[in-house]
């Protein structure tokens, strides 16, 4: 079955709710439109009624089958039980009026709205960078127990071929713990988009080939990342030629059980996995689909500000299936 179809089957009949902070972005209000349409999703639009009329008008659209929510408009008496729990959620880090002042943005308005469970989940990011729509979910969503970061991964799929390549999307650097704990959270989301992980640890040397600070760093995470989940498929450290080329994998890993055959690929640090995952996007014609925030409490997706209105459309299908318990 195809991917989609198995989701669209998950979230058919739920009456996921999913906030779009930015309404008045043409792919958003779309793809809004669509998903209401399809039957998939209820949308949430934030913005201001003239600027989604104006983008509906421009466009061609009818908007007329999606919630709109004006933050500015938005009744005296829910913005104060909304500024109240923002406060008892940020007790001792931000003051009342630090806080008033974050929901004058509409990423901390719609992060709220889930934090609330007045929404199932969020989609934003075709306007805003990655670090303003999730910085939100990281101080107020937070982690899931026994989760110490969120990292982004994304599908990549083209035909029948699908891998999941992380974090692309939000550690900057990651130690050791923190590349191994990123590799078992990918191995999940492999299962969700019924992928049997074989999870490679990259690195520019394989089994050594190499010496140097950042290659013990992928050596670590292998070793911690296979001791804390024994039953995993992982290996490391391995070069991406290695990972992924049966020939290449056997003669310069012979008798890894992942090498040559990995479909989940762990990157280093933020500078490769980013590159890494535009580049199979854009010369390898890959459909890149997220990034999809791993650890999170509650689903929030970013979406790239190169997307389209059918990018936004399959992360928000994938963000209400990640809703469903
Ligand atoms: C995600 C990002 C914005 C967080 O940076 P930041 O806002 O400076 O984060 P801070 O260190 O100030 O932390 C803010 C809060 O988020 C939490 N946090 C930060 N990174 C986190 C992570 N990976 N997982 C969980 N929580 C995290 C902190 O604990 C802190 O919580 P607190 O306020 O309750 O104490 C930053 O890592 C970043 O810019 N990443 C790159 C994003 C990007 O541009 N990607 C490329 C395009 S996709
Ligand atoms: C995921 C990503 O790279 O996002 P953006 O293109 O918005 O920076």
Not at 106 to 130: C, E, I, K, R
Not at 149 to 155: D, P
Not at 261 to 280: C, D, M, R, T, W
Request: charged fraction near 25%; hydrophobic fraction near 40%; aromatic fraction near 6%.
């Amino acid at each position: 079955m195809d991917l989609f179809d198995s989701l669209k089957d998950k979230i058919g009949g739920q009456d996921k709710t999913i906030v779009f902070p930015e309404g008045q972005d043409p792919r958003i209000l779309g793809a809004a439109i669509r998903l209401a349409k399809d039957g998939l999703v209820k949308p949430i639009i934030l913005g201001h009624e003239a600027d989604i009329e104006k983008t509906a008008a421009d466009n061609n659209l009818d908007a007329s089958g999606v919630l709109l929510i004006d933050p500015e408009t938005y009744p005296e008496d829910k913005k104060k039980d909304m500024l109240d729990a923002l406060t008892e959620r940020r007790a001792g880090k931000n003051t009342r009026e630090q806080l008033a002042d974050w929901l004058k943005d509409v990423n901390y308005f719609g992060t709220m709205l889930v934090y609330m469970d007045q929404a199932d989940g969020m989609v934003s990011g075709a306007v805003h960078p990655t670090g303003d729509t999730v910085r939100p979910a990281l101080q107020i969503i937070k982690t899931k127990p026994g989760v110490k970061r969120i990292s982004g991964a994304f599908v990549m799929q083209k035909g029948d071929e699908r891998y999941v390549f992380a974090d692309c999307a939000i550690n900057i650097e990651l130690d050791a713990a923190g590349m191994a704990e990123v590799a078992i959270e990918s191995a999940h989301t492999a299962k969700v988009f019924d992928i049997d992980p074989k999870v490679a640890m990259l690195s520019f040397s394989t089994k050594g080939s190499a010496k140097g600070d950042m290659v013990t760093k992928v050596q670590e995470a292998t070793k911690l990342a296979n001791e804390q989940a024994p039953d995993l498929a992982l290996d490391g450290e391995l070069q991406f030629d290695a990972a992924f080329v049966p020939t290449v994998g056997a003669a310069k890993a012979p008798g890894s059980k992942v090498a040559g055959h990995a479909n989940v690929f762990v990157f280093p640090e933020l500078q490769s996995g980013n590159i890494g995952y535009k580049i199979a996007q854009r010369f390898g014609g890959f459909e890149a689909i997220g990034p999809i925030l791993q650890g999170l409490n509650k689903p929030v997706s970013d979406l790239s500000r190169g997307c389209n209105e059918e990018d936004v459309y399959k992360v928000a299908i994938i963000t209400a299936a990640q809703s469903v318990k």
